[in-house]
């Protein structure tokens, strides 16, 4: 798996940085874990990123800071797959938006035919995928299991499996407790470090016994201060090898 962050702001503008967004590639295709503001745009002008291979879009919770690049990226993917009828997405396969059931989820699909971005708007094919908390669902090359979290109504904290390897991303928590439940010996854990400062975060994550910390989403202050971050960030270095996330980071699994 080959993973790339698209976006790691975290709901602030910051130089250098959209809104949440993660590539992930698995099985030869093209995931994109949330879509926040500024997000559609760097996977458009991003030339390692191949959109022929994208088949979904996963939505941890509808935040703006998450969700609200959705509506531009199904756009941008309209416009590139109208000038190549012979991409997969026309008749055999499809693209999946991925969105947690609930109220929102209804109210955003009705601002997708606002927008003009609905399935019968585009020029590929679009399902939507309203999952739930515990459930498994396959999208792309990627198998999916949803945890719910108590950040907002209906957020969730998602686990991808592909080519033999797990990676859990945290979405957003209400406390660092929330992921532990379903992190245990991933190849890659993804948090965020916006809600709560990183000495509550820190234990949790190194009983987590993860190969591999990426840190993301972090709070103003702690983008203010990279050094002072890396050393608030260093005992977690004795679980796991751990990186703090700056857009264009990329990954091998
Ligand atoms: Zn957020």
Redesign the pocket.
């Known amino acids: 798996m080959k993973i790339k962050f698209v976006g790691t702001s ?2 602030n503008p910051h130089p250098g940085r959209s ?2 967004c993660i590539h992930v590639e698995a099985n030869g295709l093209g995931h994109v874990l949330d879509c ?1 503001d500024g997000a559609a745009t760097k996977l458009w002008l991003d030339g390692d990123i191949d959109w022929s291979c994208l088949r979904a879009l996963l939505v941890t ?1 509808l ?1 703006p ?2 969700a609200s690049g959705a509506f531009a990226l199904l756009h941008l993917l309209h416009q590139r797959a109208r000038e190549n009828p012979s991409w997969g997405i026309h008749d055999r396969e499809a693209f999946k938006l991925c969105v947690p059931d609930g109220k929102g989820a209804h109210r955003f699909t009705q601002v997708l035919g606002a927008l003009h971005v609905d399935r019968d708007m585009l020029a590929y094919n679009l399902n939507y995928e309203y999952y739930r908390a515990g459930m498994v669902f396959t999208a792309g090359g990627l198998k999916i299991t949803a945890y719910p979290t108590s ?1 907002c109504e209906d957020a969730h904290s998602l686990c991808l499996e592909a080519e033999g390897k797990r990676i859990v991303f945290s ?2 928590l209400a406390e660092p407790a929330e992921i532990t439940e379903h992190a245990g010996g991933a190849d890659l854990l993804i948090c ?1 470090c ?2 709560f400062h990183p000495r509550q975060l820190v234990p949790e994550l190194a009983a987590m016994r993860a190969s591999h910390y990426v840190i993301t ?1 972090m709070h103003d202050d702690l983008l203010a201060d990279p050094e002072a971050t890396e050393s608030l960030f260093l005992p977690l270095t004795k679980a796991g090898k751990v990186t703090l996330a700056q857009d264009g980071l990329v990954l091998e699994l």
């Open positions: 975290n709901a809104q949440t926040g919770h935040h800071d998450h950040h979405g957003d965020e916006a809600h989403h």
